[in-house]
């Protein structure tokens, strides 16, 4: 069988990469789609997957008809996409009192919208090959909340809604729709924030340390490989304990 092609969003990020990695490494042919207007995050990017299956496209996520004509280009080349991770993501950060406009449709279009926009021109492709693996990224903050999140908060949960309608919509076509929740990890994002602040999160992680973006890209691996076909609408949280639930 030939290989199966595997887009991820964000895809030049901190976990991004990591998934792209981990997907390539499973034997998929990877599309790391992410904004192209950072010529030195992309070529720190191809020296990182050097060597593997693995390929930049530029991509605007926030942008429908972009989206439509690079699902199209993929299936014009007989590529799938057969496995969609949907791992881009922005923060603009603060309290609801002091958030503007801009900061709150940014946040919902980065971090939401772009799920539509992927899935919406991928689904149909999917549903009719018969195969699927939709792994939307969310957040530990989806759950919980956090101060001064209130955009990028609703913007996570609001995928857990999204991944359990569309997963009962194609569950019988052979698709299945997941989304995975990290906890705080080893990133750029969270390297950003001030060291008291950052240890003061790490102290309340029950495992006593941050999470390393190989371990959500394995939650991913494991979510989009070919014999995970009874799992559907579930999130899988990877946050070293921080927030749990029954």
């Known amino acids: 069988m030939d290989k199966r092609t ?4 964000g895809g ?8 792209c990695i981990a997907l390539a490494r499973a034997g998929r042919r990877v599309v790391a789609a992410d904004l192209g207007g ?3 995050r992309v070529a720190r990017f191809q020296a990182e997957v050097d060597g593997l299956d693995v390929r ?3 991509l605007d996520v926030s942008d429908f008809d972009a989206c439509g004509e690079f699902v199209r280009g993929i299936e014009t080349a007989g590529q799938g996409p057969d496995i969609l991770v949907n791992a881009a993501g922005i923060t603009r950060d603060t309290t609801l009192r002091k958030m503007d406009r801009g900061q709150w449709e940014s946040v919902l279009s980065v971090n939401l919208d772009s799920v539509f926009n992927l899935c919406r021109h991928a689904i149909d492709g999917m549903t009719g090959r018969g195969f699927g ?6 957040s530990v903050n989806g759950q919980t909340g956090q101060f001064g999140q209130t955009n990028y908060s609703a913007a996570k949960a609001g995928m857990h809604g999204f991944t359990m309608a569309l997963a009962r919509e194609v569950a019988r076509k052979g698709v299945t729709v997941n989304s995975v929740s990290p906890g705080y990890c080893e990133t750029a994002l969270v390297a950003a924030i001030p060291d008291e602040i950052r240890q003061g999160i790490v102290d309340k992680v029950p495992v006593g340390r941050l999470g390393h973006p190989d371990e959500i890209a394995r939650t991913v691996a ?6 995970a ?14 927030y749990m639930a029954f």
């Open 12 to 19: 030049i990020g901190g976990l991004g990469t990591a998934i």
């Open 6 to 9: 595997a887009v991820v969003t």
């Open 56 to 58: 930049f496209a530029p």
């Open 133 to 138: 693996r939709i792994v939307n990224i969310s």
């Open 229 to 242: 076909g009874y799992i559907t609408g579930a999130n899988i949280p990877v946050n070293g304990g921080l």
């Open 222 to 227: 494991f979510l989009s490989d070919d014999e």
């Open 38 to 40: 950072h010529p030195e």
